[in-house]
């Protein structure tokens, strides 16, 4: 009985696992009837399409063949009504074409060409503006005597000392003059080098505050001041690149840059000149897009030079390209090293940067001063090169030097060669003339008409 039981329950189970089977079957079957029919309405819908695209494709043929011939015969009509061959139709018409279009490209050129000439005009006033705005530094110009005031007249005697020697071993050991006149309670040291000045000037007070003046003294007071200035020198150097924010710097380099304050160029302290340089360089390259931190770098190296033209001589571009180059500055560094005097032309926003900077800061009024016997000795010179040339009838230096006005001859020289002319002035005060900033030559040619009615 219990058996029968069993064999019933597993019955029913098969038959329901039977009828749960057979009612998932037809429901796949339902599924993959429903997807067939689906297929083949995207099959009929490609169809239809394939259909209308051949037809289009047929239509486009037509209208392009339709558009072939009656191109052929609006060729033969011209070539009848003109009496030329299709083929020279043709070529004429490809002319006035290309020139046609030769003129209207020529009209874009010249209005882009206005236009960003306008547009880049507008953007470097900003930027020299802004760079000009933002920075005011102090500045003086060097002058080649110090005065030292002494706290009485006797001590002049005791300067000179017994049959001068005294005043023979200042001058010996530091190279400069000492020059001791009528003028009450002072004394005067003379000498271009600044640094050999300011030894001096720092030695000349310690023996006269100490009041032991004499040879052996002297020497062992030098040797002290000596010491003390390199080791301020150095200290000067690592407290500009500090308040530049320029990070690691080789500590030679360091101390060049401080050697730069006992240096000037055309009465402009070169040391002030390069710290004005690099912060009006750091302004434009941000205002650029560039990085500001290393153009304040290359402007503050790139007259790094400077400091060694006095002991070793030569060019202060490649004494500073050479420094720099040993002690592993970066390439932007380099390249405004030679660019800013025109060695090479500039490859970063930096360096361009540095160049502006240092047009800005040598060129302004009042940055640099000569002589007044040297500067109206460069005029004469450049009056008389100017005057050689054929054709100038005279030339005016103007605006401090800064300017050059040439009047030539019309009926000697051209419009085109007034032009040549100005490039070969230009070219020869490069080559010939030393001078800050840069010169601006004029060449001005006027025609004249003359009658006279009797």
């Given at each position: 009985m219990?058996?029968?039981?069993?064999?019933?329950?597993?019955?029913?189970?098969?038959?329901?696992k039977?009828?749960?089977?057979?009612h998932?079957?037809?429901q796949q079957?339902?599924?993959i009837?429903?997807?067939?029919?689906?297929?083949?309405?995207?099959?009929l819908?490609?169809?239809?399409?394939?259909?209308?695209?051949?037809r289009?494709?047929?239509?486009?043929?037509k209208?392009?063949?339709?558009?072939?011939?009656?191109?052929?015969?609006l060729?033969?009509t011209?070539?009848?009504?003109l009496?030329?061959?299709?083929e020279?139709?043709?070529?004429?018409?490809y002319?006035?074409?290309?020139?046609?279009?030769?003129?209207?490209?020529?009209?874009?050129?010249?209005r882009?060409?206005?236009?960003?000439?306008?547009?880049?005009?507008k953007?470097?006033?900003?930027i020299?503006?802004?760079?000009?705005?933002?920075?005011?530094?102090?500045?003086?110009?060097?002058?080649?005597?110090?005065?030292i005031?002494?706290?009485?007249?006797?001590?002049?005697g005791?300067?000179?000392g017994?049959?001068?020697?005294n005043?023979k071993?200042?001058?010996?050991?530091?190279?400069?003059?000492?020059?001791?006149?009528?003028?009450?309670?002072?004394?005067?040291?003379s000498?271009?080098?600044?640094?050999?000045?300011?030894?001096?000037?720092?030695?000349?007070?310690?023996?006269v505050?100490d009041?032991r003046?004499?040879?052996?003294?002297?020497?062992?007071?030098?040797?002290?001041?000596?010491?003390?200035?390199?080791?301020?020198?150095?200290?000067d150097g690592?407290?500009?690149?500090?308040?530049?924010?320029?990070?690691?710097m080789?500590?030679?380099?360091?101390?060049?840059?401080?050697k730069?304050?006992y240096?000037?160029s055309?009465?402009?302290?070169?040391?002030?000149?390069s710290?004005?340089?690099?912060?009006?360089?750091?302004?434009?390259?941000?205002?650029?897009?560039?990085?500001?931190?290393?153009?304040?770098?290359a402007?503050l190296l790139?007259?790094?030079?400077?400091?060694?033209?006095?002991?070793?001589?030569?060019?202060?571009?490649?004494?500073?390209?050479?420094?720099?180059?040993?002690?592993?500055?970066?390439p932007?560094?380099?390249n405004?090293?030679?660019?800013?005097?025109?060695?090479?032309?500039a490859?970063?926003?930096?360096?361009a940067?540095?160049?502006?900077?240092?047009?800005?800061?040598?060129a302004r009024?009042g940055?640099?001063?000569?002589?007044?016997?040297?500067?109206?000795?460069?005029?004469?010179?450049?009056?008389?090169?100017?005057n050689r040339k054929?054709?100038v009838r005279?030339?005016?230096?103007?605006?401090?030097?800064r300017?050059?006005?040439?009047?030539?001859?019309?009926?000697?020289?051209?419009?085109?060669?007034?032009?040549?002319?100005?490039?070969?002035?230009?070219?020869?005060?490069?080559?010939?003339f030393?001078?800050?900033?840069?010169?601006?030559?004029?060449?001005?040619?006027?025609?004249?008409?003359i009658?006279?009615a009797?």
């Amino acid at each position: 009985m219990e058996l029968e039981q069993k064999f019933q329950v597993r019955v029913q189970e098969y038959e329901l696992k039977n009828k749960e089977f057979a009612h998932k079957e037809a429901q796949q079957l339902q599924e993959i009837q429903r997807r067939f029919a689906e297929i083949e309405q995207k099959e009929l819908a490609l169809s239809e399409k394939e259909k209308k695209l051949a037809r289009k494709e047929e239509s486009q043929n037509k209208l392009h063949m339709q558009y072939i011939q009656e191109r052929e015969n609006l060729k033969n009509t011209l070539s009848q009504h003109l009496g030329m061959s299709v083929e020279e139709i043709t070529k004429k018409l490809y002319k006035l074409i290309e020139e046609d279009m030769v003129d209207y490209k020529g009209k874009l050129i010249r209005r882009y060409e206005s236009e960003a000439k306008d547009e880049a005009r507008k953007r470097a006033n900003y930027i020299i503006a802004q760079a000009t705005t933002r920075y005011a530094g102090e500045f003086a110009t060097e002058r080649l005597i110090n005065v030292i005031t002494l706290p009485n007249d006797e001590l002049k005697g005791r300067i000179i000392g017994k049959e001068g020697r005294n005043i023979k071993t200042l001058e010996m050991i530091t190279g400069v003059d000492v020059i001791i006149d009528d003028t009450p309670s002072s004394i005067v040291l003379s000498s271009f080098n600044l640094y050999r000045r300011a030894i001096a000037t720092k030695l000349i007070e310690a023996l006269v505050e100490d009041g032991r003046i004499q040879p052996s003294r002297i020497e062992e007071v030098y040797e002290r001041i000596s010491q003390e200035m390199e080791e301020q020198i150095a200290q000067d150097g690592e407290d500009v690149v500090l308040d530049l924010g320029l990070g690691y710097m080789h500590p030679e380099l360091k101390k060049l840059v401080g050697k730069m304050k006992y240096r000037a160029s055309y009465g402009q302290n070169s040391l002030g000149h390069s710290i004005e340089v690099a912060k009006l360089a750091g302004i434009i390259a941000g205002e650029l897009g560039g990085d500001a931190r290393m153009a304040r770098r290359a402007g503050l190296l790139h007259d790094i030079g400077k400091s060694l033209t006095q002991e070793l001589g030569g060019n202060h571009v490649d004494l500073g390209y050479e420094l720099c180059l040993k002690y592993q500055e970066h390439p932007i560094v380099l390249n405004a090293i030679k660019s800013h005097h025109g060695h090479e032309e500039a490859q970063s926003i930096e360096a361009a940067a540095v160049c502006t900077a240092d047009t800005l800061s040598a060129a302004r009024p009042g940055a640099r001063r000569e002589a007044l016997e040297n500067f109206l000795q460069r005029a004469i010179e450049l009056e008389e090169l100017i005057n050689r040339k054929m054709g100038v009838r005279q030339s005016y230096v103007i605006n401090s030097g800064r300017e050059v006005r040439v009047i030539v001859d019309a009926d000697i020289l051209s419009d085109e060669e007034s032009a040549v002319l100005a490039r070969e002035i230009a070219k020869e005060i490069e080559e010939g003339f030393q001078y800050p900033g840069e010169i601006k030559i004029n060449v001005i040619r006027e025609s004249r008409a003359i009658e006279f009615a009797r």
